[in-house]
C-alpha cells in the first residue's frame, strides 16, 4: 500500500513547495550578507567576486542539504504508520541531519566553488586544492554557517507546525461545536412541531392528520439536506417553504408566507437550517399573539461583499422577554455564525418601522469569493 510520503495530496505538495521556495529566498538573503561582511573584514576584495562565491557555494550547499535530508527523513520514519504526522514529516532528526549537512557541505562547496571560479574566473582554493589543514578550515568555516542556517530553518517550521496543528484543532473543536449546535436545533423544531401536532388531534383530527401527512414530507424532504453543513439559499428558501407550509395546516389562513430571493442569489452557500430558528420566532412570538395573525417575509439581497438576510413578521413586535435576542433560536443563530464567521457576521433584532409593526431580523455574513 502506497503510503502519504509517496502520493502527498495537492495541499501537502503545495505546502512544501512553498516552504522550501521560502528556504531558498533566505538562503540568497544569508549568502548576500555574508559576502558584505567578507567584502568588510577583506578590503582589497572585491564584492561581486564574494557575492557570487557566497551565492553559489551557499545556494548548492542548501540544495545538497535540503534535498538530501528528505530520503533520509523517508528512511528513517519507513515503519510509521502512512496516516500518522511522523509518516508525513521530512526531518530526520538531529543525527541524520548532522550526516546530511556534512556530506551536503562537502558536496555543495565543491561544486559551487567550481562555478563560481567558472563565472568570476577566480583561483580561490577548494577541499581537493591546497593541504588537509586547508580543507579542514574550508570545512569548518562552510559547517557552521549550514549548521546555524538549518537550526534556524528548523526552528521555524517546527513553530509553524505548532501553529498549523493549533489551528487545525480550533477548526475541528469549532466543527464539533457547529455539529453540536445542529443537532440540537432540529429537536427544537421537531418538539414544537409534535407538541402543536398533539393539541390538534384532540381538537380537530382532520387537520391533525393534514398537519402529520405535511410533516412527513417535510422531515423526508430535509432529512439528507440537514446532514450537510451548507447548501444553496435556494434550498434553504425551500425547506422554509415547506416548514411554512406545515404550520398554515394549523394556524390557516392567519398565516401568510412572502419570499423574495434574486435570482443571481439562489446558488449561494448558507448554513443550513440557519433561517429557521427566526421564522419559529416569528410564528411563536409575532403571529400566535395576534388573533389576525399575519405575514413572514423571508428575503435575501446582496450589500456589497455581504449577503443580507431578512426574516420580518407583522405581529406583536419586540417584547422585553426577547428583545435582548436570548431566547434558544437566537442564541442558536448567533453562536452558528460565530462559530463559522466569527466578527464577519451578525444579527440584529429590532421592531419593523413600517405602518404593518411587527419584527425585523436580519443577518448580515460575507458572501463567499468567485474564483475565476
Known amino acids: 500500500m502506497a503510503s502519504i510520503l509517496d502520493s502527498p495530496t495537492p495541499i501537502v505538495v503545495a505546502q512544501r513547495r512553498a516552504r522550501f521556495a521560502v528556504r531558498g529566498l533566505r538562503t540568497l538573503v544569508a549568502c548576500v550578507v555574508i559576502a558584505a561582511l567578507l567584502t568588510g573584514v577583506m578590503r582589497h576584495s572585491s564584492f561581486w ?4 562565491q557566497s551565492v553559489c557555494i551557499g545556494v548548492c550547499c542548501w540544495l545538497a542539504i535540503d534535498l538530501g535530508r528528505m530520503p533520509l ?17 521530512q526531518w530526520p ?3 541524520l541531519m548532522l550526516v546530511a549537512i556534512v556530506v551536503g557541505t562537502i558536496v555543495g562547496f565543491s561544486v559551487g566553488n567550481e562555478l563560481a571560479r567558472w563565472i568570476t574566473g577566480s583561483t ?7 593541504d588537509w589543514r ?4 574550508l570545512l569548518i568555516g562552510s559547517l557552521v554557517p549550514g549548521l546555524v542556517i538549518t537550526y534556524y530553518f528548523y526552528s521555524r517550521e517546527t513553530i509553524a507546525g505548532k501553529e498549523a496543528a493549533m ?16 443537532s440540537q436545533l432540529e429537536p427544537h423544531m421537531l418538539f ?6 398533539r393539541v390538534l388531534i384532540g381538537m380537530d383530527p382532520p387537520r391533525a392528520q393534514l398537519m402529520l401527512d405535511q410533516l412527513i414530507a417535510f422531515l423526508r424532504a430535509t432529512l439528507s439536506a440537514s446532514r450537510t453543513s451548507q447548501h444553496p439559499l435556494s434550498a434553504e428558501f425551500a425547506r422554509l417553504a415547506d416548514y411554512l407550509a406545515l404550520m398554515k395546516v394549523r394556524m390557516g389562513e392567519r398565516l401568510q408566507a412572502q419570499f423574495e430571493l434574486p435570482t443571481e442569489l439562489a446558488a449561494t452557500p448558507v ?6 430558528p427566526l421564522v419559529e420566532n416569528c410564528i411563536k412570538h409575532g403571529l400566535e399573539p395576534n388573533v389576525a395573525g399575519g405575514r413572514i417575509t423571508v428575503s435575501a439581497a446582496r450589500d456589497g461583499n455581504e449577503l443580507v438576510l431578512r426574516v420580518r413578521d407583522t405581529g406583536a413586535g419586540l417584547s422585553d422577554a426577547h428583545s435582548d435576542g436570548t431566547r434558544f433560536g437566537l442564541v442558536q443563530v448567533r453562536e452558528r455564525l460565530a462559530t463559522l464567521y466569527g466578527e464577519r457576521a451578525s444579527l440584529s433584532l429590532q421592531n419593523a418601522l413600517d405602518a404593518d409593526g411587527g419584527t425585523l431580523a436580519t443577518i448580515r455574513l460575507p458572501l463567499p469569493e468567485i474564483t475565476p
Open 49 to 52: 567576486i564574494n557575492l557570487v
Open 271 to 276: 448554513p443550513a437550517l440557519l433561517l429557521q
Open 93 to 95: 532528526g538531529w543525527p
Open 73 to 89: 527523513a523517508r528512511w528513517q520514519h519507513r515503519k510509521a504508520p502512512p496516516d500518522t504526522t511522523e509518516a508525513q514529516s
Open 124 to 130: 580561490s582554493p577548494g577541499f581537493y586544492r591546497g
Open 192 to 197: 414544537n412541531t409534535l407538541a402543536n401536532l
Open 134 to 137: 586547508q580543507a579542514i578550515a
Open 167 to 182: 489551528q487545525t484543532a480550533q477548526r475541528q473543536a469549532a466543527e464539533h461545536q457547529l455539529k453540536l449546535l445542529e
